[in-house]
């Protein structure tokens, strides 16, 4: 009988976003069918870059209240030739994070088997990581404005923001992040030599939570070196705590490292669960190859497994991942990664993998 039924609502948006949103549908639907004790039921959001150019509004009049009735939210990719990326990114996905409060931006990153760092001396194994971005505020909280537009003394302002609430609950939600891995080890990112008043609160502010969790062995690293540790020694490092910026560039630096950005999941968290959490590939939506067919949707598989963890579906999730995994083992990877297979030949074998486990 079926106890558990989870609605997740799904917006794979501009690009290659709907492609690999939609395999990432087929497989979760494939997965739910073949376990059998839970059940999810999904509804499409066609909500674009075309919508916004239609009609001036990314998300219609009530379209958040209908969106906060859903447990979770699939997302593809929002940017298109013709709109600003700073109109698209505010428009849609800011706008959906910011309201729900998903303030924990969560990007783990892996070495998968059968794919290769660009790291000589890293396998499988070497580098893995959960890069957790504060994802409410700090350098992209808005603040800010231009006076004097288009003269030669125009002015514009970008101010960060940080509050001592905000700092804490990331922070909190980064010491236990690390304490529930095997290795409880936490790297708490900063630029307090530099940036010497927000971040000098970020900097106390860790310290003071660390108190709370005795176990978990952390230290703190400037931005700048931060990047020549990931690269020199991937091996040292675990759990990692960032400001919205910071850790905005360093997950990028990690996808690379791990080999592609095609793989790399990230969710957005709202830890209180007052508002369903969000959950996108880290890509965005690819112009160069959208309607090739040559996506590689692993980085949605990946997300869409985050997203049954955050959902209470565990060993499901696990399912998922192996079989994905088993899949780019046996070569059957896209272009992105060496190999010569198409999104539907990817998502095929992953189905057809599951069949086999199940
Ligand atoms: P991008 O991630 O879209 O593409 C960068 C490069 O990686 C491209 O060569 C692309 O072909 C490749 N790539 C990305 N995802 C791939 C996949 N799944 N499989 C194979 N190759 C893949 O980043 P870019 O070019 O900087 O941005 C394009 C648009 O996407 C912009 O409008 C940008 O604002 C938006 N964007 C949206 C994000 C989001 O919605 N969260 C995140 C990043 C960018
Ligand atoms: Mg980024």
Redesign the pocket.
């Known amino acids: 009988s079926l106890q558990r039924k989870h609605s997740i609502a799904t917006m794979g948006a501009d690009?290659?976003g709907p492609e690999?949103v939609n395999a990432g549908v087929q497989v979760l639907k494939k997965l739910a069918k073949l376990d059998g004790t839970f059940e999810l039921e999904f509804e499409e959001y066609d909500w674009s870059s075309e919508t916004y150019k239609k009609t001036g509004k990314y998300i219609p009049d009530g379209g958040l209240d209908k969106l906060k009735k859903h447990d979770a939210i699939l997302f593809g990719?929002?940017?298109?030739p013709g709109v600003p990326?700073h109109i698209?990114?505010w428009g849609l996905?800011l706008a959906i994070c910011q309201p729900f409060q998903q303030y924990a931006n969560v990007r783990p990153t892996k070495i998968f088997r059968g794919t290769s760092s660009p790291l000589r001396n890293a396998g499988h194994g070497d580098l893995d990581w959960v890069i957790i971005r504060e994802n409410s505020e700090g350098e992209y909280a808005g603040q800010g404005g231009r006076s004097h537009q288009g003269k030669p003394w125009e002015i514009a302002t970008e101010v960060s923001i940080f509050s001592r609430h905000a700092v804490e609950r990331i922070m909190r939600f980064a010491f236990e992040s690390a304490q529930k891995r095997p290795r409880k080890l936490l790297t708490v990112v900063t630029k307090s030599n530099a940036q010497r008043n927000g971040m000098v609160l970020w900097d106390e502010v860790a310290q003071e939570v660390s108190k709370d969790f005795p176990d978990v062995n952390w230290d703190k690293m400037l931005v700048d070196a931060m990047t020549c540790r990931m690269v020199l020694d991937p091996k040292s490092l675990d759990t990692i705590v960032a400001t919205n910026l910071h850790a905005d560039i360093l997950s990028d630096l990690a996808a690379a490292l791990a080999g592609s950005?095609?793989i790399a999941p990230t969710s957005n968290l709202d830890p209180t669960r007052e508002n369903p959490s969000m959950f996108?590939?880290i890509?965005?939506?690819?112009?160069?190859?959208t309607g090739k067919g040559v996506?590689?949707p692993v980085?949605t598989f990946w997300t869409a497994s985050e997203m049954l963890i955050w959902l209470g579906e565990e060993d499901a999730a696990k399912i998922m991942m192996d079989a994905v995994e088993a899949v780019t083992e046996r070569g059957i990877r896209?272009k992105?990664l060496g190999g010569n297979s198409r999104t539907k030949e990817v998502t095929e074998a992953v189905c057809k993998e599951l069949e086999t486990v199940y």
């Open positions: 690009g290659i690999v990719a929002v940017g298109a990326d698209s990114l996905r950005i095609g996108e590939p890509h965005g939506s690819a112009f160069d190859i996506a590689n980085a896209t992105d």
